[in-house]
T-cell receptor, first 108, second 114 residues
Framework: EDQVTQSPEALRLQEGESSSLNCSYT??????LFWYRQDPGKGPEFLFT?????EEKEKERLKATLTKKESFLHITAPKPEDSATYLC?????????WGAGTKLIIKP | DAGVIQSPRHEVTEMGQEVTLRCKPI?????LFWYRQTMMRGLELLIY????????DSGMPEDRFSAKMPNASFSTLKIQPSEPRDSAVYFC????????????FGQGTRLTVV
């Protein structure tokens, strides 16, 4: 059965304290892995797409990496404005299988 | 482009009433998704349209839910009759089914059924 598991459920960091969020997946025929950011009261906002093991994408303080079993979202020297819920999804055929998300809180 | 536009942003209705949620996808996108998000279940796919045709509605909870896409620029999700357990945030997302498979979401409609 296709499944996506994100950890931790919540993560509190001090401003400037780097860390990583994990997205583990089992899917038959990965067509893409997606990272989204969701702020309270808003829709998910697209961040990255990764297609194959070894691929990396960067945007500002965020870097996403992919292996055959998991993806990491690394956040370097985060700022309070990086606080949000980060969602991971994998594409199997046309469907996106979503993780439950990691709620990231960056304290000033 | 203004992105995916949903209306209304908030809807409060009484149990048993009909509710209609609306979505305008991004121009040029040929796939549209309706999702429901709750704390307990996260994001759940309700229905998927490709080129205005419903491809998979297996996520629609029951016959009280129906969705239409009469043209490429408009879709509706209707709940009749509504029940308190339908309270959730409903999102519409669209994408171009081609080289850029990522979906773009609207701001959502927060539905409260009392």
């Amino acid at each position: 059965e296709d499944q996506v598991t994100q950890s931790p459920e919540a993560l509190r960091l001090q401003e400037g304290e780097s860390s990583s969020l994990n997205c583990s997946y089992t899917v038959s025929g990965l067509r893409g892995l997606f990272w989204y950011r969701q702020d309270p009261g808003k829709g998910p906002e697209f961040l990255f797409t990764l297609y194959s093991a070894g691929e990396e994408k960067e945007k500002e303080r965020l870097k996403a990496t992919l292996t055959k079993k998991e993806s990491f979202l690394h956040i370097t020297a985060p700022k309070p404005e990086d606080s949000a819920t980060y969602l991971c999804a994998v594409q199997s055929n046309y469907q996106l299988i979503w993780g439950a998300g990691t709620k990231l809180i960056i304290k000033p | 482009d203004a992105g995916v536009i949903q209306s209304p942003r908030h809807e409060v209705t009484e149990m048993g009433q009909e509710v209609t949620l609306r979505c305008k996808p991004i121009s040029g996108h040929n796939s549209l998704f309706w999702y429901r998000q709750t704390m307990m279940r996260g994001l759940e796919l309700l229905i998927y349209f490709n080129n205005n045709v419903p491809i998979d509605d297996s996520g629609m909870p029951e016959d009280r839910f129906s969705a239409k896409m009469p043209n490429a620029s408009f879709s509706t999700l209707k709940i009749q009759p509504s029940e308190p357990r339908d309270s959730a945030v409903y999102f519409c997302a669209s994408r171009y089914r081609g080289e850029m498979p990522e979906a773009f979401f609207g701001q959502g409609t927060r539905l409260t059924v009392v």
